[in-house]
């Protein structure tokens, strides 16, 4: 399978923060903000294998600023590690004061997909093309942080 840059899959995708979405304090809810992380995350990972993909996990998630009732906030998404079947996103969270202008960086976090077929079975997609020495450092610390969680699974369900 031919590789592909990650430039190719990248992508933002801008929500603006409803009461809907926010709770009493009229700040957003954790949760919707990791929605529309996972479903920035999980189109990466569909433009890169050009297949259904399901979120296997997620890592590091940090909440670093409230997000607000009226805020426009932008998700950015891209990969940082394809596997076999397996693919990792960063996803980065920054909102603006619509009138103000201002921007903070709110969150970021890791997204662990798998690119499924018909019969909801892993299947192959194509691989990440590495162009410089940046993104080599990024793919090896994915690889390290895959390798670690995928042990810490294995020792968690022995210890059940
Ligand atoms: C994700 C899912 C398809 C994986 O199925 P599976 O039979 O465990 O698949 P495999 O063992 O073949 O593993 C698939 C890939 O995940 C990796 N993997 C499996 N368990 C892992 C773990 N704990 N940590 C990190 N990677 C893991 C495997 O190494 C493999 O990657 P590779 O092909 O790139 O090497 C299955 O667990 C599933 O459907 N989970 C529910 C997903 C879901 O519903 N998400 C919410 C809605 S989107």
């Given at each position: 399978?031919?590789?592909?840059?990650?430039?190719?899959?990248?992508?933002?995708?801008?929500q603006i923060v409803l009461p809907a979405h926010a709770?009493?304090?009229n700040t957003m809810y954790?949760?919707e903000l990791?929605?529309l992380?996972?479903?920035?995350?999980?189109?990466?990972?569909?433009?890169?294998?050009?297949?259904?993909?399901?979120?296997?996990?997620?890592?590091?998630?940090?909440?670093?600023?409230p997000i607000l009732v009226g805020d426009l906030i932008?998700?950015?998404?891209?990969?940082?590690?394809?596997?076999?079947?397996?693919?990792?996103?960063?996803?980065?969270?920054?909102a603006e004061t619509v009138?103000?202008?201002?921007?903070?960086?709110v969150?970021?976090?890791?997204?662990?997909?798998?690119?499924?077929?018909?019969?909801?079975?892993?299947?192959?997609?194509?691989?990440?093309?590495?162009?410089?020495?940046?993104?080599?450092?990024?793919?090896?610390?994915?690889?390290?942080?895959?390798?670690?969680?995928?042990?810490?699974?294995?020792?968690?369900?022995?210890?059940?």
């Amino acid at each position: 399978m031919q590789a592909k840059r990650r430039s190719e899959s990248a992508l933002t995708m801008t929500q603006i923060v409803l009461p809907a979405h926010a709770n009493l304090t009229n700040t957003m809810y954790g949760g919707e903000l990791m929605k529309l992380m996972d479903a920035a995350a999980g189109l990466v990972g569909m433009r890169h294998s050009r297949r259904n993909v399901v979120t296997a996990g997620t890592s590091q998630i940090s909440f670093i600023e409230p997000i607000l009732v009226g805020d426009l906030i932008f998700c950015r998404a891209e990969l940082t590690y394809v596997g076999r079947t397996s693919m990792e996103a960063y996803v980065d969270v920054t909102a603006e004061t619509v009138i103000e202008g201002i921007t903070k960086h709110v969150c970021k976090g890791y997204f662990f997909l798998v690119a499924i077929d018909e019969d909801h079975r892993p299947i192959e997609v194509p691989p990440l093309e590495i162009e410089n020495e940046k993104q080599k450092r990024i793919f090896e610390d994915a690889r390290a942080r895959i390798t670690y969680s995928k042990e810490h699974a294995r020792t968690w369900l022995l210890r059940r």
